[in-house]
């Protein structure tokens, strides 16, 4: 089994501040960890993700998260806020395999609010 | 663009309709998708497809069919509308790579 947890359905942050959105999951097996954005009435777009090797991600927008096994996270960053990250963002989890299809199981989704 | 093309865009239905989605992909995926997603809720995923000619239940797969005739293309189908089938509903695909390629979603009224 598999599950995520998105702490904070809604973010503020200031435009130029620090960007955090944390992602906590659990997987019984070694994970594969996703984040996505969705723009207002858009699609969800793959921000950056996690399979093997370096755990620090770096994504487009230059959004970067770290996995971290020991506290099962995958906290999504960016070091200056801009006003075109307001947004929707999704963490998501699916569990490594060999080959074939994989249930990748979707966070509830933070908001992130960017003020001027 | 190649990607995910959902049609229609937007659509109204009255209740006990029916009607169909489409979704096609053009980067020969073999993995489809379909989710709905309502506020508060997240991603909920309706069917998926794991291959041409296969398609299997997801979380939500009530009042929903769906086919998948050609690898390019998963078709969701309501053959009896109903209002809490309200929704904005997305298509996507994925590879060997996991990632999603989503498509820019229908967004369902059904009155």
């Known amino acids: 089994a598999q599950s995520v947890t998105q702490l904070g359905s809604h973010v503020s942050v200031s435009e130029g501040a620090l960007v955090l959105l944390r992602c906590n999951y659990s997987s019984s097996v070694p994970p594969y960890l996703f984040w996505y954005v969705q723009y207002p009435n858009q699609g969800l777009q793959l921000l950056l993700k996690?399979?093997?090797?370096?755990?620090l991600v770096k994504g487009i927008n230059g959004f970067e998260a770290e996995f971290k096994k020991s506290e099962t996270s995958f906290h999504l960053t960016k070091p200056s806020a801009h006003m075109s990250d307001a947004a929707e963002y999704f963490c998501?989890?699916?569990?490594?395999?060999?080959?074939?299809?994989?249930?990748?199981?979707f966070g509830t989704g933070t908001k992130l609010q960017v003020i001027p | 663009n190649a990607g995910v093309t959902q049609t229609p865009k937007f659509r109204v239905l009255k209740t006990g309709q029916s009607m169909t989605l489409l979704c096609a992909q053009d980067m020969n995926h073999e993995y489809m998708y379909w989710y709905r997603q309502d506020p508060g809720m997240g991603l909920r995923l309706i069917h998926y497809?794991?291959?041409?000619?296969?398609?299997a239940k997801g979380e939500v797969p009530d009042g929903y069919n769906v086919s998948r005739l050609k690898k390019q293309n998963f078709l969701l189908g309501l053959e009896s509308a109903a209002p809490s089938q309200t929704s904005v509903y997305f298509c996507?695909?994925?590879?060997?790579?996991?990632?999603?390629?989503f498509g820019s979603g229908t967004r369902l009224t059904v009155v």
């Open positions: 998501a989890v699916t569990q490594a395999g060999s080959g074939g299809y994989q249930k990748v199981t």
């Open positions: 996690y399979t093997t090797g370096a755990t």
């Open positions: 996507a695909s994925s590879g060997a790579n996991y990632g999603y390629t």
């Open positions: 497809s794991v291959g041409e000619g296969t398609t």
